[in-house]
């Protein structure tokens, strides 16, 4: 299951607002009774899907709140193909901006936020290192082979 998560301030604000709206819209439909058209199954599907949202937006609040506060000094990584996100919270956990990044890295902004928005994809492994580098990411884990399909 991916996980969505917030990278920086305007999604931050925005998922803030729609944290709000939920909690609002759920609890109305808490407080009010099931309307006559709706059948009482859809209503307490309704319900529950607004919670699993709610509760999955509060989860990416409190990722990013405790990023921006500086209160992770360690990520963890499971695989290669979450090393995109882990630099983006490093980023966020190291205090910087992307502009201040793209400074450290000698980049352009948009060079950065392209990076970021594709998710590295088109990032050579040299330049991984130079962005590892600069946030100050030092990766220690083994790795697992996966068992062969040859025999």
């Not at 998922?15 to 309307?35: A, D």
């Not at 709706?38 to 599907?45: Q, R």
């Not at 949202?53 to 209160?71: C, F, G, N, P, V």
């Not at 970021?116 to 580098?133: G, P």
């Amino acid at each position: 299951e991916e996980r969505s998560m917030i990278e920086n301030e305007r999604q931050y604000q925005v998922t803030k607002y729609w944290s709000t709206e939920f909690e609002k819209t759920l609890s109305e439909l808490r407080t009010q009774p099931c309307p006559a058209k709706v059948p009482h199954k859809i209503h307490t599907a309704m319900i529950e899907s607004i919670e699993s949202q709610l509760s999955d937006l509060r989860q990416e609040i409190t990722e990013y709140e405790a990023l921006k506060a500086r209160q992770v000094q360690e990520l963890e990584l499971k695989s290669l193909s979450e090393l995109p996100d882990l630099f983006i919270k490093a980023r966020l956990a190291r205090g910087y901006t992307q502009t201040d990044l793209a400074k450290k890295l000698n980049l352009e902004l948009q060079q950065l936020q392209r990076y970021e928005t594709t998710r590295y994809q088109s990032v050579s492994f040299k330049h991984l290192l130079e962005i590892a580098h600069a946030l100050g990411v030092d990766l220690h884990e083994t790795v697992k082979l996966e068992p062969s399909s040859r025999g």
